[in-house]
T-cell receptor, first 116, second 109 residues
Framework: SAVISQKPSRDICQRGTSLTIQCQVDSQVTMMFWYRQQPGQSLTLIATANQGSEATYESGFVIDKFPISRPNLTFSTLTVSNMSPEDSSIYLC?????????????FGPGTRLTVL | AQRVTQPEKLLSVFKGAPVELKCNYSYSGSPELFWYVQYSRQRLQLLLRHISRESIKGFTADLNKGETSFHLKKPFAQEEDSAMYYCALNAAAGNKLTFGGGTRVLVKP
């Protein structure tokens, strides 16, 4: 399965600032996804990021708040803009590994964000 | 819209006892269902998917379309099974996973 890394692993930020989270995959993948896991809650999909096209955002998430880049088939970034304490969450990227015997989504280790 | 429900937030069982994690879904099409597991201090990882119809670490799950359920079962729980378990649904179009709220399993010695 694909090996996924994220940077930073955690951060503590001040209200009103922005943080960019990086996701790196060790193989080329078509589809990358960004999820949010708020404290004590399950995972919620933020957007799908495909190389060469605009990200597709889920209901309740907008590009101005969560701009995403996908410059190539192994890398993506998610920016959390103008942060507030409500943005404190774990942010995860995932990829669909179509090369696996049974294509499934594999997840990065997550970025734990705390906004003060 | 699709929805995944895991009614139990916490399941506590003794080692060697059976464990069953409930998962119900709502989706009008033909779903693809998964169980993901997150052990302490580890990343979320795929445990099994209904298409594979395989047993992983002694766990099995059967898709029951009539009851719209995909319950996860293990006949003899082990302490290393203590973890957070998430049921997830992949709608036929879009490859987007919808997750249930998760069930924390605690296996006591």
């Amino acid at each position: 399965s694909a090996v996924i890394s994220q940077k930073p692993s955690r951060d503590i930020c001040q209200r009103g600032t922005s943080l960019t989270i990086q996701c790196q995959v060790d193989s080329q993948v078509t589809m990358m996804f960004w999820y949010r896991q708020q404290p004590g809650q399950s995972l919620t999909l933020i957007a799908t990021a495909n190389q060469g096209s605009e990200a597709t955002y889920e209901s309740g998430f907008v590009i101005d708040k969560f701009p995403i880049s996908r410059p190539n088939l192994t890398f993506s970034t998610l920016t959390v803009s103008n942060m507030s304490p409500e943005d404190s969450s774990i942010y995860l990227c995932s990829v669909e590994d179509k090369g696996a015997r049974n294509p499934s989504q594999f997840f990065g280790p997550g970025t734990r964000l705390t906004v003060l | 819209a699709q929805r995944v429900t895991q009614p139990e937030k916490l399941l506590s069982v003794f080692k060697g006892a059976p464990v069953e994690l409930k998962c119900n879904y709502s989706y009008s099409g033909s779903p693809e269902l998964f169980w993901y597991v997150q052990y302490s201090r580890q990343r979320l990882q795929l445990l099994l998917r209904h298409i594979s119809r395989e047993s992983i670490k002694g766990f099995t799950a059967d898709l029951n379309k009539g009851e719209t359920s995909f319950h996860l079962k293990k006949p003899f729980a082990q302490e290393e099974d203590s973890a957070m378990y998430y049921c997830a649904l992949n709608a036929a179009a879009g490859n987007k996973l919808t997750f249930g709220g998760g069930t924390r399993v605690l296996v006591k010695p």
